[in-house]
């Protein structure tokens, strides 16, 4: 099932072209409380499940045309995500030329995962606001893991057992040498969704394939089989000593074709079996405070 978070939090399925609002059987459901409502509805959602299968062949449809996406988790307790998770970008972006060039880039083993701040979430059809004129302002698009189970030191042959669903992902990044937490946590820098896919639509997600397009010119196209650390690999990480909640979400790297955003462009990330993940560019109103030193 598709599940979306529309308006003003409402919780609907999707099937084809069909929204069918589904918020009244979620348990605990207020417009106000995504933070708690949410990890509720995924851990209330298998005996959930035939009431909202029953809806969406019956139920009636909302339409389109007046609809606003959410993040599809509105309010997670956390967004971690995984450093250079691909080989072709980790060679890429040291090349001769390359923004880190010179530099040694590292994976998972050396880094870790690192967090997004939930603020920097964004609905598909949103904008991004680059924050900084002067700066270098990348694409990156990714699939997250939902996470759908509490758990910590979670083994990986035990993780696909906390995985609630896929969406898509943009880690969107300022270049430089700042902490990753602060150049990829801006407001507006983790456009999520358009909605989850829970895990039985998704027999294999190593099959999941993503392709990111710049006003439909193609950057970015990759399978999950390219991962450097793998789904279960990724939540063993994330979790060891560290509790994962329901509605958290793993982003699973970057492959390479990254690239700079400008204002005006249109960035869309679809991913195989899920859906379309679209994001406008503009630059942020005011001027920014401090001023970084520009790399
Ligand atoms: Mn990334």
Redesign the pocket.
């Known amino acids: 099932v598709k599940i979306a978070v529309y308006d003003n939090n409402r919780v609907g399925v999707v099937d084809g072209a069909r929204l069918v609002d589904i918020s009244d059987l979620v348990p605990g459901w207020d417009p106000k409380a995504p933070s708690v409502f949410m990890p509720a509805f995924m851990t209330a959602y298998a005996a959930l499940a035939p009431r909202i299968r029953e809806r969406l062949s019956a139920g009636p449809a909302v339409s389109w045309e007046t609809v606003t996406l959410r993040p599809p988790v509105p309010a997670p307790s956390k967004i971690l995500?995984a450093p250079v998770n691909y080989r072709a970008h980790q060679a890429e972006m040291t090349v001769p030329g390359a923004v880190y060039e010179g530099w040694t880039l590292h994976t998972v083993a050396h880094y870790g995962v690192f967090l997004k701040p939930p603020s920097s979430l964004l609905g598909s059809g949103g904008t991004i606001e680059i924050p900084f004129a002067d700066r270098r302002t990348d694409h990156?698009g990714?699939v997250g893991v939902v996470i759908g189970r509490q758990g910590k030191d979670i083994r990986p042959e035990d993780a696909w057992e906390y995985v609630f669903g896929y969406t898509g992902v943009m880690?969107i990044t300022v270049r430089g040498e700042e902490d990753r937490t602060y150049r990829k946590g801006f407001d507006t820098f983790t456009p999520m969704g358009p909605w989850i896919v829970t895990t039985d639509e998704i027999p294999d997600p190593r099959d999941l394939r993503l392709t990111l397009t710049v006003n439909g010119q193609v950057r970015q196209h990759a399978s999950l089989r390219e991962l450097i650390y793998d789904i279960p690999q990724l939540i063993a990480v994330a979790s060891t000593r560290t509790t994962l909640f329901p509605g958290d979400v793993i982003?699973t790297?970057?492959p390479d074709g990254v690239g700079p955003i400008r204002p005006g462009d249109r960035v869309v990330l679809s991913v195989e079996g899920i859906g379309e993940l679209t994001a406008d560019v503009a630059l942020a109103a005011g001027e920014a405070w401090p001023r970084p030193p520009v790399r």
Do not use: I
Request: net charge negative; hydrophobic share 15%.
């Open positions: 995500a990156e990714e880690d982003s790297g970057t």
